[in-house]
């Protein structure tokens, strides 16, 4: 018979303390994981090369960073909750066919390239432990697929969860290291901006691998999967806000515990070994294999989640059938585009000799081009009163949020730009 | 006119010049409004873009078209005559465009959720034209970008299997009678796959096209979730009316799910007799024979002979779930004994019921576990068990399926936390 308990008539109602935090745990979950897929292998890496190259100069970034992503994400919270769909579905449906398909294309590329780097960071964590990435790159990749596919998801998925207990480990070393608290709050709160491009492109790398394209999609379809109703929004969006929170705290420490160790100790990052450093503080000799391990779980957990989502939205812009319930003969575009973004993903780091930079890079163009798209997209939506109802945006936040749209997408273009006229 | 045939696409026409009847431009092709009624609706209205904005457009109705083809949709009136605005016309119609194309839609005939693509229309010689298919393929896409006609595979889907999802944009509902007799014709379990596939809007709409009996059939297969959302979202009356078609027992645990005000008020709006079983099940607790039990059975009399056992079962198969067993009771409603159709096939028909019933068949107590259910029902190779209570009084009869169901879920509960 029926999976739900059945509230016996006469028992006494739940306190609404205790019915608060139940509706919290109910709904919790699409910003919780968003911002741990967000600290992604390219999160890691930009984050310590951030700490390592400029110190605590680039800290002061992180307060605005965080505002921004707030504000990003919340709306695409409340257009999931609200209209009970999904981006790349609204999308197709008030902006037609042409725009879709191309926004579309582009996300493919980006996911692509954001799909490479969790690979390069499954590579370069187990290549401390010195196992060959002609061994762990096919192997994670194969795992990965199947994981989704035939595997139990969703039981791993906790699993993932539990292991970014690992990012408390740079809260410990940052503590640990005793950075100059002093000098850390000085610096972010009157920070010496400087205008050298090397530095220009750090902070828009910081601002670009944090605010990514792909959030905005999967947040949206998870909390539409989720079944999120008007009436629990607050409680969702506690949830994406906490997550956002959280994904800039970990970027926060990552740079102070790289700033205080590598930065203080005048060692540039050339490859993870040097990275694993800016732990030392806490692991001492195990450093590296705790790094490994952390940067080894964030990578593979982005992989798992990345490709799926860029293949639901796809599917789902252009009406094709999706998801891990359909089977394979029911649904061959979306087994094709996942499948096919894993193995692309993961071939391309095992060609000999490739150069990973300008292939990171360009997929860092896709995000930058596809970033601004993407926003624009979603201010007009979540505008639209035939849609949103009565929770459209309010003056304030319509501020908060076309500053923000321009601000990260002057910055995603900059980028675009540089990188495409291989500029400095 | 131009030799392009008889059919048309609406993304060829769309953008199309409209001309007045000296040739003149008057803005361009932007959407059409058909009829809901027809099984082939035929079109009632033209809109007219000029410029981008919303408010500078202009509706044609459809006897003011002289005649529509690739090269130019040609007006019989000047501009003068036509109305300003996104306007319906007065017989009941919705904008295709708006609608349709690039929304979801449920195609009955595959039982799935497709999403349009384009639109395929009838020219007929009177120079009516009719919608008579929805492109949901890859061909179709290829062609909205303008890259191909030809590239991809061709998907079209008959209008007479397309139930719309969209409601919001057109008003009040889009019901169409004759998609809504197909989708009555979905097997419940089909329904209720695309029911839990829809988001939020699209399922309340597609829920709110069915008939209340399809609705409660759709609604016993759906799971719990989506189940409470879907009545929730319902007007009260409504509701009452689905939920009084539904098996007791489901409805019952429906009930019993839902926030106890709304509970209260749906048992209030709904036919006495039918609240009353269900009222009588609430009492007992989900994970026990009472709480699996349907008070839907048959009994009959014991004195009958098996040729009027049969011909009373008749008159009772419409309207109870499982008539395999025929429940024989006292006065006090005490269970003396079982009949199955196959005794009632193989013996005389003269016999009487108190002649050939089993006597003291096996049974449950109300508060027995699940467990214990699925094992005597295996055990004895039952399709149904009866309840009774410490007096021997029947309650009601748990079916195999009912055990199935729990049994699974349980299963699955444990492959969840276990494995998935």
């Known amino acids: 018979m029926e999976v739900e308990a059945r509230p016996r008539p006469l028992s006494a109602r739940a306190g609404g303390r205790r019915q608060s935090v139940l509706r919290f745990l109910a709904v919790m979950g699409p910003g919780i994981i968003t911002a741990n897929v967000d600290n992604d292998a390219g999160g890691i890496t930009t984050y310590s090369l951030a700490g390592a190259r400029y110190g605590y100069g680039l800290v002061w970034t992180l307060l605005p960073i965080t505002v921004a992503l707030v504000v990003v994400q919340e709306m695409c919270a409340r257009m999931g909750a609200v209209t009970g769909k999904g981006l790349a579905d609204l999308i197709r449906e008030n902006f037609g066919v042409r725009l879709t398909f191309y926004t579309m294309v582009l996300l493919l590329l980006a996911d692509l390239g954001n799909t490479v780097a969790e690979f390069a960071g499954v590579a370069a964590s187990l290549e401390i432990f010195g196992v060959s990435r002609y061994l762990s790159v096919p192997l994670a990749a194969a795992f990965v697929w199947w994981l989704v596919v035939y595997g139990s998801y969703r039981r791993v998925e906790k699993v993932f969860l539990l292991a970014c207990v690992f990012y408390l480990a740079y809260v410990a070393s940052g503590v640990l290291a005793q950075p100059g608290w002093a000098s850390v709050l000085h610096e972010s709160m009157a920070p010496r901006t400087r205008v050298d491009a090397a530095y220009v492109t750090m902070l828009v790398g910081l601002v670009g691998t944090t605010i990514a394209p792909w959030m905005q999609f999967y947040q949206q379809a998870a909390i539409v999967e989720k079944g999120v109703r008007v009436e629990d929004y607050p409680y969702s969006r506690l949830d994406v806000v906490s997550g956002c929170i959280f994904t800039d705290v970990v970027a926060f420490f990552i740079i102070v515990a790289c700033a205080a160790t590598l930065h203080a100790g005048g060692v540039a990052i050339e490859t993870a070994g040097d990275a694993a450093q800016a732990l030392r503080p806490l692991a001492g000799a195990y450093c590296a294999g705790l790094f490994a391990f952390g940067l080894f779980n964030a990578s593979l957990f982005s992989a798992s989640v990345l490709p799926l989502a860029t293949a639901y939205s796809v599917c789902e812009a252009l009406g094709w059938e999706a998801g891990v319930s359909k089977r394979m003969r029911e649904a061959p575009h979306f087994y094709a585009l996942y499948t096919g973004l894993i193995a692309l993903g993961a071939a391309i780091i095992l060609v000999p000799g490739i150069p990973l930079i300008p292939v990171m890079y360009l997929s860092q163009v896709a995000n930058g081009v596809l970033l601004p798209v993407v926003l624009v997209f979603m201010l007009l939506l979540i505008n639209r009163r035939d849609l949103m109802g009565q929770h459209t945006n309010g003056t304030a936040m319509n501020a908060a949020a076309w500053v923000t749209v321009i601000v990260t997408s002057g910055l995603s273009l900059y980028l675009a730009v540089t990188v495409f006229f291989g500029a400095g | ?420």
Not at chain 2, 249 to 263: G, K, M, T, V, Y
Request: net charge negative; glycine share 6%; aromatic share 6%.
């Open chain 2, 1 to 420: 006119m131009a030799n392009d045939g008889p059919f048309l696409f609406y993304s060829a026409l769309h953008g199309r010049p409209v001309l007045d009847p000296d040739g003149n431009l008057v803005g361009r092709f932007d959407d059409l409004a058909v009829t809901l009624t027809e099984t082939f609706p035929a079109a009632t209205a033209l809109l007219i873009r000029r410029g981008r904005v919303e408010s500078f457009r202009l509706t044609a109705r459809w006897r003011d078209v002289e005649s529509v083809d690739l090269a130019a949709v040609r007006l019989r009136v000047p501009v003068e005559r036509l109305v300003p605005g996104r306007r319906l016309p007065s017989e009941p119609s919705f904008w295709v465009g708006q609608a349709l194309l690039d929304r979801q839609i449920v195609d009955t005939s595959g039982a799935k959720v497709v999403r349009v693509n384009d639109l395929h229309f009838l020219r007929v010689p009177t120079g009516d034209l009719h919608l008579v298919h929805v492109d949901v393929g890859f061909r179709g896409l290829v062609r909205r970008l303008g890259w191909s006609t030809t590239m991809g595979k061709e998907r079209l889907i008959s209008w007479r299997y397309v139930q719309p999802l969209t409601l919001a944009a057109t008003g009040e509902s889009l019901q169409l009678t004759v998609a809504r007799k197909e989708l009555g014709r979905l097997h419940p379990a089909e329904l209720a796959d695309i029911l839990s596939e829809l988001d939020g809007r699209e399922r309340e709409s597609l829920f709110r096209a069915l008939a209340p009996e399809a609705a409660a059939r759709a609604l016993t297969e759906v799971e719990p979730k989506v189940r409470q959302r879907l009545i929730a979202g319902l007007p009260a009356e409504r509701a009452a009316d689905i939920v009084e078609r539904m098996p007791p027992d489901e409805a019952a645990d429906l009930l019993a799910a839902l926030p106890q005000p709304q509970s209260e008020l749906l048992l209030e709006k709904m036919e006495r007799a039918e609240a009353a079983e269900v009222q009588q099940l609430l009492r007992y607790e989900p994970d026990t024979a009472g709480g699996m039990m349907t008070t839907e059975f048959v009994t009959l009399p014991s004195h009958l002979t098996a040729a009027e056992a049969l011909e009373r079962l008749r008159g009772l198969a419409r309207e109870v779930e499982l008539i395999y067993y025929i429940y024989l009771v006292d006065p006090a409603a005490r269970l003396q004994g079982v009949v199955t159709i196959r005794h009632l096939l193989l013996f005389d028909p003269a016999a009487r019921l108190e002649e050939i019933m089993r006597r003291d068949p096996v049974s449950v107590r109300p508060d027995d576990t699940p467990e214990r259910v699925a094992e005597i029902t295996e055990k004895y190779n039952l399709l149904a068990v009866p309840v009774l209570d410490a007096q021997g009084k029947l309650l009601g009869v748990v079916t195999v399926d009912d055990v199935l169901t729990h049994m699974t879920t349980r299963a699955w509960k444990w492959k969840l936390a276990h494995a998935p």
